[in-house]
T-cell receptor, first 112, second 112 residues
Framework: NAGVTQTPKFRILKIGQSMTLQCTQD?????MYWYRQDPGMGLKLIYY???????DKGEVPNGYNVSRSTTEDFPLRLELAAPSQTSVYFC???????????FGSGTRLTVV | QKEVEQNSGPLSVPEGAIASLNCTYS??????FFWYRQYSGKSPELIMS????GDKEDGRFTAQLNKASQYVSLLIRDSQPSDSATYLC????????????FGKGTTLSVSS
């Protein structure tokens, strides 16, 4: 049982490049989330999904896009990377909104 | 703006002592409350959840909730050096389509 799997673990992007952060869960959870974590700033919600085909913006969605075509996958797309997007990105899933999350191991992204 | 506040610390306690971590939240309709532990460079790990007023104990950990005061706390008894980490408080209103709001975390250091 792998839980929540994120790839890649590390990535360096140049300003203006694009990339997709992958997230897959094998727990049949309906709810999935993307957070970013900056030093001393806690976790900020980027996007979330309550089921396949349904996504919604969180607190800091600008510069990002998501899709949810299957229950298992919830990729996060960065378009035109900017230095402000340098952060650690965590994907998480839960059985329902009132339950705790299972987090992936994170992706450390640097934009130079 | 819904907020979750934590003292950033660091909170330093000697080995064997009780560590007390506190959290306040702004949204009165919040229904689900969680404590996560995050080691440096790792992803958050769920250690406690609490949904009703009072205390909930799990091993050396006790979560306390007071909805009237909008206050959640985590007590760690017999603190060990391995408890040294950042502890994140998270709150959910349970309204449809909502996600956890995280505090910035309290860093705990347990000295041997």
């Amino acid at each position: 049982n792998a839980g929540v799997t994120q790839t890649p673990k590390f990535r360096i992007l140049k300003i203006g490049q694009s990339m997709t952060l992958q997230c897959t869960q094998d727990m049949n959870h309906n709810y999935m989330y993307w957070y970013r974590q900056d030093p001393g700033m806690g976790l900020k919600l980027i996007y979330y999904s309550v089921g396949a085909g349904i996504t919604d913006k969180g607190e800091v969605p600008n510069g990002y896009n998501v899709s949810r075509s299957t229950t298992e996958d919830f990729p996060l797309r960065l378009e035109l990377a900017a230095p402000s997007q340098t952060s650690v990105y965590f994907c998480a899933s839960s059985y329902a909104g009132e339950y705790g999350y299972t987090f992936g191991s994170g992706t450390r992204l640097t934009v130079v | 703006q819904k907020e979750v506040e934590q003292n950033s610390g660091p909170l330093s306690v000697p080995e064997g002592a009780i560590a007390s971590l506190n959290c306040t939240y702004s949204d009165r309709v919040s229904q689900s409350f969680f404590w996560y532990r995050q080691y440096s460079g790792k992803s958050p790990e769920l250690i406690m959840s609490i949904y009703s007023n009072g205390d909930k104990e799990d091993g050396r950990f006790t979560a306390q909730l007071n909805k009237a005061s909008q206050y959640v706390s985590l007590l760690i008894r017999d603190s060990q050096p391995s408890d040294s980490a950042t502890y994140l408080c998270a709150v959910n209103s349970n309204q449809a389509g909502t996600a956890l709001i995280f505090g910035k975390g309290t860093t705990l250091s347990v000295s041997s």
